[in-house]
């Protein structure tokens, strides 16, 4: 079943699907190539009808330029996941599959037209968790298999994060960039902290509200250096490279001066989102201050090369499942088949039938006052 999206202005909507194309990469150190955006990427009508009606009524497939975000089980529920196919169907790793680098497309194997661009601007690819203004704590389950997204939880309980006034839940779309690991032996010569384990994270801060395992591709702006509970946790500041905006916002001055109030509103977020569940507020590197473009490039640079070393086993995992199915020199490289098989026995055991959402408490939407 193909899930329609309505964009557009109020008063005139129109229904739009979209496609998302993957082409796997060797592994490699990726940095050092150009990234652009190609044009939209075009099915056929008829095409899209007859897959789609080939589907086991097992899941909703969300289809957005590059991947399909396959859904599993009851949203709001522990069940729950986002699992990532390219559209030849064959089921990849948003964490490891999904290239750092965005890629130009090809249609048919005629090279896209270069779009005018900066010849230095790098873009990257954005695996997006959580939509601005939602409170679910979705993340790739870096621990699972085929790293699906799911909700996070603690002591047995789902995660929200907690509205604080006057915000509502987070204020910009949320994610991370694929192929990147904040390893947890490297201690940050800045900070002297060492990584959280987990992908680096994105704020996206364009006008569209993304929805979770949508894959975008995103202009790098700047970084905040956030220590979480002693650990480092990077996050990274970027636009939608599609966004109107884009053309107007390269490095993090320009968000600074063309949107009053938005990065001490991050800084404010950031600080303060854990203390309604008793948690002391977090600590920042720089005084709290954002580095910028350059900086955040070196820090990307340096989390995509912890995780070359994690996927080739160069490295203690601790913990983080590395199952992948394009990283050649990887020695936890499996076939489109078994990765297929796999989520095929998830199906029945922890991932069943997508279904309707849980009913969420009404505690979600309280606001709190720090």
Not at 219 to 240: F, H, P, R, S, T
Not at 250 to 278: M, Q
Not at 335 to 351: H, I, N
Request: net charge positive; aromatic share 8%.
């Amino acid at each position: 079943m193909w899930r329609s999206w309505v964009t557009g202005s109020r008063n005139r909507r129109r229904k739009k699907t979209c496609v998302f194309i993957m082409t796997p990469p060797p592994l490699r150190s990726c940095l050092g190539f150009l990234l652009k955006v190609s044009g939209s990427f075009s099915v056929s009508r008829n095409k899209l009808v007859a897959q789609a009606a080939a589907l086991p009524h097992l899941h909703h497939l969300r289809k957005t330029m590059h991947y399909i975000a396959e859904e599993r089980g009851r949203p709001h529920s522990p069940d729950y996941r986002i699992y990532f196919k390219t559209s030849e169907g064959k089921y990849v790793s948003p964490f490891h599959d999904i290239p750092l680098i965005a890629e130009l497309e090809q249609d048919n194997g005629v090279p896209a037209k270069k779009p005018k661009r900066n010849e230095k601007e790098v873009l990257f690819n954005m695996v997006v968790e959580v939509p601005r203004w939602s409170n679910a704590k979705m993340e790739i389950a870096t621990k699972e298999p085929l790293n699906p997204i799911k909700q996070d939880l603690k002591k047995g309980k789902l995660r929200y994060v907690a509205n604080i006034f006057p915000h509502k839940g987070y204020i910009w779309n949320y994610g991370a960039l694929p192929q990147t690991w904040e390893d947890p032996k490297h201690t940050d010569a800045e900070t002297s902290c060492c990584g959280d384990n987990d992908p680096i994270d994105v704020c996206e801060i364009g006008t569209q509200v993304c929805f979770p395992g949508q894959v975008i591709q995103v202009k790098v702006l700047g970084i905040l250096a956030m220590i979480d509970e002693g650990e480092m946790d990077w996050k990274v500041i970027a636009i939608n490279a599609q966004d109107p905006d884009a053309k107007n916002l390269n490095n993090i001055e320009d968000v600074r001066k063309s949107r009053p109030g938005h990065l001490e509103a991050t800084v404010d977020w950031f600080r303060k989102y854990k203390v309604p569940d008793g948690k002391p507020e977090n600590q920042f590197g720089f005084n709290g201050q954002f580095k910028d473009k350059d900086f955040a490039v070196e820090i990307i640079k340096s989390t995509h090369e912890h995780w070359r070393a994690l996927v080739q086993k160069q490295t203690n995992s601790e913990g983080i499942e590395c199952k992948n199915i394009s990283c050649c020199e990887s020695p936890l490289k499996c076939s489109a088949d078994e990765a297929r098989d796999f989520v095929q026995s998830v199906r029945t055991s922890k991932a069943p039938a997508f279904g309707s959402p849980h009913p969420v408490s009404p505690d979600v939407d309280k606001w709190h006052f720090v």
